[in-house]
């Protein structure tokens, strides 16, 4: 059962959850960010650069974690957001690396 | 440029509508069917079995089409749907596999 922060167990992934949470320019940033990072990595919401308003922020790392695409904590006044990698590469194997070379490729071409 | 009918040319394919457009349980079901004809087979709308009225059939279809994931031509009264595999495989090369095997991984799942 989603925790009280929302994060989904495994076994409730939805795939048309990952793919809306994906299907949006920025949202999908982030997950390519995180997964530049060495896996495992945490960063602060703030790091990524993003055209947010803070309740904007707010929904759209909530859609991210409602789809078990992250993991986030609270830390001190801000919140710390890691890449479910492993999670998501369990359940739907393949998906996210061809998202992320998708989007990839689609911003090597608009650049 | 898009045509008349909104299928949109390779060269203007859009990640995030791609995913949009495959991020609903009964789209996804549209492309599902398709992927598993013979490549290139074309099928009337009313064979996928959906539980859309017709106005929102002509919604889901119009997303599906210009996103760039279908061509459709009428044919009488109907309209044929076709998979535009090869465009989708050329601009974003794994991408409709690794949807298709979560979504195929899903049903299973829940059925």
Same mark, same amino acid.
């Given at each position: 059962m989603a925790d009280d922060d929302g994060h989904p167990d495994i076994d409730e992934f939805d795939?048309?959850?990952?793919l809306h949470a994906l299907?949006?320019?920025?949202? &999908?940033s982030v997950i390519a960010q995180l997964a530049a990072e060495p896996?495992?990595?945490e960063q602060f919401c703030s790091v990524f650069g993003l055209p947010w308003a803070p309740s904007t922020r707010t929904h759209h790392f909530r859609v991210l974690r409602t789809a078990g695409l992250?993991?986030?904590?609270d830390v001190g006044n801000g919140r710390m957001t &890691?890449?479910?990698r492993d999670d998501i590469d369990r359940v739907f194997p393949g998906l996210l690396d061809s998202?992320?070379?998708a989007d990839a490729a689609t911003r090597a071409r608009v650049a």
């Amino acid at each position: 059962m989603a925790d009280d922060d929302g994060h989904p167990d495994i076994d409730e992934f939805d795939l048309s959850a990952v793919l809306h949470a994906l299907a949006d320019d920025n949202r &999908r940033s982030v997950i390519a960010q995180l997964a530049a990072e060495p896996q495992g990595s945490e960063q602060f919401c703030s790091v990524f650069g993003l055209p947010w308003a803070p309740s904007t922020r707010t929904h759209h790392f909530r859609v991210l974690r409602t789809a078990g695409l992250i993991w986030q904590r609270d830390v001190g006044n801000g919140r710390m957001t &890691r890449l479910r990698r492993d999670d998501i590469d369990r359940v739907f194997p393949g998906l996210l690396d061809s998202v992320l070379a998708a989007d990839a490729a689609t911003r090597a071409r608009v650049a």
